[in-house]
């Protein structure tokens, strides 16, 4: 009869929690059209003129672009040099997708999207100024001394020439990278909601956390060289340990924080210990939880390069080391770019995945 009144409670509490967020989603949503139709409204024809200059200022950039490559002569060999002229084509015909998207929206109206473009806009035209200026200083004037720093054209061909195994490598990245990290998540889970609930636990695991949290990665490097077996084992717990670290600080803090009168209340109810942790501490450090797997995620990806390094066959810190060797800065450049766009797309796909998960809450950006 208890647990039943129990699970009543917890029921009819959450319809009304939810009920009230909804509501206050809905009001504050209201408010944000509201206020974005006041802006549209209260502009001046001058800040309209303004604001049409900023959306088109990435089209003027790019043209800038083109013609410092075209019409000033190179300082050193250049072959295929129409794929530089390509890439930021590709470019300006993403901004133009985006643009005519935002423009449609807006005339719908949906004024966020093209809020957003025209926010985006001036970042988005000094990217291809400073593409501009380093072809400049590489290409063109050899201030940057090639190949030790080579143009863009020269990275892109190394690319091109070389991905069948920069796929490869990317792959293998990514396995390690995620079979390290949700391995971390999963150690960091259990340990943070042991010293979250239980003072016990936090008294014996916290010195542990407190001693191996701080520590370098690539301090482990030559540790696990002489301990493990398996280097990709060893590779696997260095990217592990720092996602460990960080959910295990975030969930332990979260459910430390939680509301101590709805433990106290559970309990009344007759809740068992399980419960307590399930259905109250869990659900109430989920957004520091979501926090900590985040950061768990910039950790890893900043692991996996040392972690490769320690002699896995194949990877993008791998294939970094292994063109070195051979003096390929070219492709080296080409693989720097790659691990940035990848770490931006993993990165980016986790803050989505928070955002949705968090969607109820109040306050956040769109």
Same mark, same amino acid.
């Given at each position: 009869?208890?647990?039943?009144?129990?699970?009543?409670?917890? *029921?009819?509490?959450? =319809? %009304?929690?939810?009920?009230? =967020?909804?509501?206050?989603?809905?009001?504050?949503?209201?408010?944000? $059209?509201?206020?974005?139709?006041?802006? =549209?409204?209260?502009?001046?024809?001058?800040?309209?003129?303004?604001?049409?200059?900023?959306?088109?200022?990435?089209?003027?950039?790019?043209?800038?672009?083109?013609? !410092?490559?075209?019409?000033?002569?190179?300082?050193?060999?250049?072959?295929?040099?129409?794929?530089?002229?390509?890439?930021?084509?590709?470019?300006?015909?993403? /901004? &133009?997708?985006?643009?005519?998207?935002?423009?449609?929206?807006?005339?719908?109206?949906?004024?966020?999207?093209?809020?957003?473009?025209?926010?985006?806009?001036?970042?988005?035209? &000094?990217?291809?100024?400073?593409? #501009?200026?380093?072809?400049?200083?590489?290409?063109?004037?050899?201030?940057?001394?090639?190949?030790?720093?080579?143009?863009?054209?020269?990275?892109?061909?190394?690319?091109?020439?070389?991905?069948?195994? %920069?796929?490869?490598?990317?792959?293998?990245?990514?396995?390690?990278?995620?079979?390290?990290?949700?391995?971390?998540?999963?150690?960091?889970?259990?340990?943070?909601?042991?010293?979250?609930?239980?003072?016990? +636990?936090?008294?014996?695991?916290?010195?542990?956390?407190?001693?191996?949290?701080?520590?370098?990665?690539?301090?482990?490097?030559?540790?696990?060289?002489?301990? *493990?077996?398996?280097?990709? &084992?060893?590779?696997?717990?260095?990217?592990?340990?720092?996602?460990?670290? #960080?959910?295990?600080?975030?969930?332990? @803090?979260?459910?430390?924080?939680?509301?101590?009168?709805?433990? !106290? +209340? +559970?309990?009344?109810?007759?809740?068992?210990? @399980? $419960?307590?942790?399930?259905?109250?501490?869990?659900?109430?450090?989920?957004?520091?939880?979501? $926090?900590?797997? @985040?950061?768990?995620?910039?950790?890893?990806?900043?692991?996996?390069?040392?972690?490769?390094?320690?002699? *896995? !066959?194949?990877?993008?810190?791998?294939?970094?080391?292994?063109?070195?060797?051979?003096?390929? /800065?070219?492709?080296?450049?080409?693989?720097?770019?790659?691990?940035?766009?990848?770490?931006?797309?993993?990165?980016?796909?986790?803050?989505?995945?928070?955002?949705?998960?968090?969607?109820? $809450?109040?306050?956040?950006?769109?």
């Amino acid at each position: 009869m208890i647990a039943y009144c129990f699970n009543k409670v917890i *029921v009819m509490n959450n =319809k %009304l929690n939810t009920h009230d =967020k909804n509501t206050k989603v809905q009001d504050e949503m209201i408010t944000r $059209q509201k206020l974005l139709e006041l802006e =549209k409204k209260e502009k001046t024809s001058f800040e309209k003129i303004a604001d049409g200059i900023i959306l088109l200022l990435p089209f003027v950039c790019a043209g800038i672009a083109l013609l !410092e490559y075209i019409y000033i002569p190179n300082n050193t060999g250049n072959p295929f040099p129409e794929r530089y002229i390509i890439f930021i084509s590709f470019l300006m015909c993403l /901004y &133009a997708l985006f643009l005519i998207v935002s423009i449609l929206k807006n005339m719908l109206g949906n004024f966020t999207v093209l809020a957003k473009t025209r926010h985006y806009a001036p970042l988005y035209s &000094a990217v291809l100024l400073l593409l #501009a200026l380093y072809d400049y200083l590489t290409l063109k004037t050899g201030i940057l001394t090639h190949p030790f720093i080579p143009c863009i054209n020269s990275i892109i061909n190394a690319g091109i020439a070389d991905y069948v195994m %920069l796929i490869d490598c990317t792959k293998n990245t990514l396995i390690l990278l995620f079979f390290g990290y949700f391995a971390g998540v999963l150690a960091g889970l259990i340990t943070g909601i042991l010293c979250g609930y239980s003072e016990k +636990a936090r008294y014996w695991i916290s010195p542990i956390i407190n001693i191996l949290g701080p520590i370098p990665t690539v301090t482990w490097v030559p540790i696990m060289m002489v301990v *493990v077996s398996s280097l990709y &084992a060893g590779s696997v717990f260095i990217i592990a340990l720092g996602a460990w670290f #960080a959910v295990t600080v975030a969930t332990m @803090t979260g459910i430390i924080h939680v509301n101590k009168d709805y433990f !106290e +209340a +559970a309990k009344t109810l007759g809740a068992s210990t @399980t $419960q307590l942790v399930s259905r109250i501490a869990i659900p109430g450090a989920i957004p520091s939880i979501l $926090q900590g797997c @985040t950061q768990a995620m910039s950790s890893a990806c900043v692991s996996i390069l040392i972690a490769e390094m320690l002699g *896995v !066959e194949s990877g993008l810190g791998w294939y970094i080391t292994w063109q070195k060797s051979w003096a390929s /800065y070219d492709k080296m450049f080409a693989a720097l770019f790659i691990i940035c766009l990848v770490f931006i797309l993993v990165t980016k796909t986790l803050g989505k995945i928070k955002k949705y998960l968090l969607r109820w $809450q109040i306050g956040d950006d769109e």
